[in-house]
């Protein structure tokens, strides 16, 4: 059993290193989070890298970090720095946001939010981009081990003039249903999502240090 535990650590890990390569990793539109907060008054660095695979338009990538900030027991507050890529083409934007536990009781139920702008080329995204999510995450074990499976419903919605006509924003409201699953290891969590939609799909993988 723990020499299956190394090998599957060993393919995330893989996976993570060949998306990072190939450039052909996501954008907006993850959730990589759980329902559960970290916790009042503590602190966690974020990074992840993403691809997104926009129906009859191209692949995009998406590596972004951010800094998480317990301000209460339910509350956590989000802020970071990502840059997306597509047809050659990069832009860096700045994100704030939060996630905010609704329920804890045998599962845990929250809404997560965030806003994303761009810094760079703004010319070629919307002046503001919506990211919502109700996520709906339950505590597991197998063979003793410990893992956070979480799923819910999402929706990224772009704000301003002329959304169609942007490169790295979609343009209008799209929706996804988020898989994903969280393995802490310490204080380091490991989180590997998928995202269907009908127009765009993702898949995510993203690590969290709490000091």
């Known amino acids: 059993m723990q020499r299956t535990w190394k090998n599957f650590f060993l393919l995330v890990s893989a996976m993570g290193f060949t998306m990072i390569l190939s450039s052909k990793c996501t954008a907006f539109g993850q959730t990589l989070t759980t329902a559960e907060t970290i916790g009042k008054d503590k602190i ?3 990074v992840a890298t993403n691809g997104l695979i926009a129906n009859d338009f191209t692949t995009l990538h998406y590596g972004y ?7 209460g027991s339910r509350v956590d507050l989000y802020a970071g720095a990502g840059i997306i890529t597509a ?3 990069s832009q860096i934007n700045a994100t704030v946001g939060a996630n905010v536990n609704l ?22 995204s919307s002046n503001l981009l ?3 999510s109700t996520i709906v995450s339950k505590n597991l074990k197998i063979a003793e081990k410990p893992f956070t499976f979480y799923s819910g419903y999402s929706f990224l919605a772009p ?14 409201i799209t929706k996804t249903v988020p898989l994903g699953m969280m393995l802490p290891i310490k204080k380091t969590a490991i989180f590997v999502e998928y995202n269907y939609g009908k127009k765009l799909q993702a898949a995510s993988l993203g690590v969290s240090y709490t000091p």
Request: overall charge positive; proline content about 6%.
């Open 65 to 71: 970090t951010q800094i998480l900030y317990g301000v």
């Open 44 to 46: 966690a660095f974020f």
């Open 159 to 172: 704000f301003g003039p002329d959304k169609t006509t942007k490169l790295f924003t979609p343009p209008r």
């Open 87 to 89: 047809f050659g083409r």
């Open 103 to 124: 329920w804890n009781r045998g599962v845990a139920v929250s809404n997560f939010n965030l806003f994303t702008t761009g810094l760079t080329k703004r010319e070629d």
């Open 130 to 132: 919506w990211f919502n």
